[in-house]
């Protein structure tokens, strides 16, 4: 069972919904990345997705885009990616860990060789957003063998067929984009999401989790009742960009707890 599958598993059996945090590797400050996904996990993150920066992040509204941006401008790539995982496994082995990102990155850096690093420094998923499931089984195959889930999104515009589809080649869970726009816009309908959910999952035998738009606890325990997982990432993102060096995970560490905390009223 992979460490995705399993926290999963536990929760369930809890009665708990999964929290998963995204935030950009390398932003606000390089050498806080790690200290920042320690203090999330301790405060009850269940996954911790960790962005990949690049250039033209189609799916990324302008608080990711910008983060993206200045964690490119302090040098941070895959190899530093992978760094602060093999960094964060050091003192972390339970916590499963999701790059999410682009195709560009992945390719550039080989993807044979992205595999066998990703496996060997600590990851557990990869969500590759410009990645639609008919043009990658091939790259889905070689993840698992290597112990290593593909994670795909669905949307409110998504077909029965790509759910399908998705179903047959996806594992860990699944991520519900939950309003037709990048991340951060939009009003989130939970009427739509609480109707999306169960036909998502009469074709995916996965957890479900549902991301962009959500903005605060509230809005979290409104998704988490009628979902599996809740996904927060440009919320957190920009909180994080108006903190210190000295203070960045403590405030990572409070907004994380803060969520957990009416997931689990």
Same mark, same amino acid.
């Given at each position: 069972?992979s460490?995705?599958?399993? #926290?999963?598993?536990a %929760? ?9 945090p ?9 050498? #806080? ?5 320690? #203090? ?14 690049f &250039? !033209?992040?189609?799916a +990324?509204g302008p ?6 941006e200045?964690?490119?401008?302090k ?7 992978l ?28 993807? +044979? ?6 496996r ?6 990869? /969500? ?14 070689t @993840?698992?063998?290597?112990?290593? !889930?593909p994670?795909? @999104? %669905? #949307?409110?515009? &998504? ?10 080649i996806? &594992? ?15 009003? /989130? ?11 998502i999952?009469?074709?995916v ?11 605060d ?10 979902? !599996? ?9 920009? @909180? ?7 203070n ?13 905390a009416? %997931?689990?009223?």
């Amino acid at each position: 069972m992979s460490r995705i599958a399993a #926290a999963f598993d536990a %929760l369930q059996k809890r009665g708990r919904k999964a929290l998963i945090p995204y935030i950009t590797a390398g932003d606000p400050y390089p050498d #806080a990345t790690v200290e920042i996904m320690h #203090a999330m996990a301790r405060s009850g993150a269940d996954v911790i997705e960790l962005g990949v920066p690049f &250039s !033209d992040p189609m799916a +990324d509204g302008p608080v990711i885009q910008k983060a993206g941006e200045r964690a490119l401008g302090k040098g941070i790539g895959m190899t530093q990616v992978l760094g602060f995982v093999r960094e964060f496994r050091a003192g972390n082995q339970a916590t499963p860990i999701v790059l999410m990102g682009y195709a560009n990155p992945i390719e550039r850096y080989g993807v +044979d060789r992205f595999v066998a690093d990703a496996r060997a420094a600590g990851v557990d998923g990869v /969500l590759v957003v410009d990645y639609p499931p008919e043009e990658c089984e091939g790259f889905a195959a070689t @993840l698992r063998a290597h112990g290593l !889930d593909p994670i795909f @999104l %669905l #949307a409110p515009t &998504s077909t029965e067929a790509r759910m399908k589809h998705v179903g047959r080649i996806a &594992s860990g869970y699944v991520y519900y984009v939950s309003l037709k726009g990048v991340t951060g816009a939009g009003h /989130l309908d939970i009427a739509t999401v609480a109707s999306m959910v169960p036909r998502i999952k009469s074709f995916v035998k996965l957890p479900v989790g549902v991301g962009f738009g959500i903005r605060d606890a509230s809005t979290a325990r409104a998704v988490a009742d009628v979902s !599996d997982a809740v996904v927060i990432g440009t919320a957190l993102v920009q @909180l994080l960009q108006t903190c210190t060096r000295d203070n960045v995970a403590v405030v990572a560490a409070e907004f994380i707890a803060g969520v957990r905390a009416a %997931l689990d009223a």
